[in-house]
T-cell receptor, first 114, second 111 residues
Framework: DVKVTQSSRYLVKRTGEKVFLECVQD?????MFWYRQDPGLGLRLIYF???????EKGDIPEGYSVSREKKERFSLILESASTNQTSMYLC?????????????FGPGTRLTVL | KQEVTQIPAALSVPEGENLVLNCSFT??????LQWFRQDPGKGLTSLLL?????REQTSGRLNASLDKSSGRSTLYIAASQPGDSATYLC??????????FGTGTRLKVLA
């Protein structure tokens, strides 16, 4: 079974803090994704990565950066957290390349920025 | 631009009923379509994936179909149970890495 884990289920941070959200997958997937989910807006793609050290912006990358130094790990960084980044953050992975690209999700991190 | 719509937004049914959830899309050039379930405050659980060349997939009481020509996928749930209560989302990709998600149907199965 594919397993995608996220470093925290709940996180509370203060405005201006630097925040790291980590995601690890154990299925050797090439592709990894970060989404945020807000009521009424659905899932929105922040960034995705199709290989180590490779990244592409999604629909709402402003205020976020990412890092993928190892294939299994994809980190989302909020350089200076703001209250409008309070949200549910979901990590996903998919693969293998050339295959059906089925996406598997982690349990989510509920981030509150005060 | 591909758009994905799920109607209705919410649905309540009595236990034991067979039901159909709908997912409509505007561009038939899709690579695959995936159905997910999401429980409150949790991540998404993959239910079924239909590749472009397939017409349907089945898993237990669930059956998903895909009709690209009409821009529609349906998720059929047989003999619904209270444990099926959740939000169901469809998502599709056109072959790039990017998935486009519907806004979901919130299902409540009444005991």
């Amino acid at each position: 079974d594919v397993k995608v884990t996220q470093s925290s289920r709940y996180l509370v941070k203060r405005t201006g803090e630097k925040v790291f959200l980590e995601c690890v997958q154990d299925m050797d997937h090439e592709n990894m994704f970060w989404y945020r989910q807000d009521p009424g807006l659905g899932l929105r793609l922040i960034y995705f990565s199709y290989d180590v050290k490779m990244k592409e912006k999604g629909d709402i990358p402003e205020g976020y950066s990412v890092s993928r130094e190892k294939k299994e790990r994809f980190s989302l960084i909020l350089e200076s957290a703001s209250t409008n980044q309070t949200s549910m953050y979901l990590c996903a992975s998919s693969g293998p390349r050339g295959g059906p690209n089925e996406q598997f999700f982690g349990p989510g991190t509920r981030l509150t920025v005060l | 631009k591909q758009e994905v719509t799920q109607i209705p937004a919410a649905l309540s049914v009595p236990e034991g009923e067979n039901l159909v959830l709908n997912c409509s899309f505007t561009d038939s050039a899709i690579y695959n379509l995936q159905w997910f379930r999401q429980d409150p405050g949790k991540g998404l659980t993959s239910l079924l994936l239909i590749q472009s060349s397939q017409r349907e997939q089945t898993s237990g009481r669930l059956n998903a179909s895909l009709d690209k020509s009409s821009g529609r996928s349906t998720l059929y749930i047989a003999a619904s149970q209270p444990g099926d209560s959740a939000t169901y989302l469809c998502a599709l990709t056109s072959g790039t890495y990017k998935y486009i998600f519907g806004t979901g149907t919130r299902l409540k199965v009444l005991a």
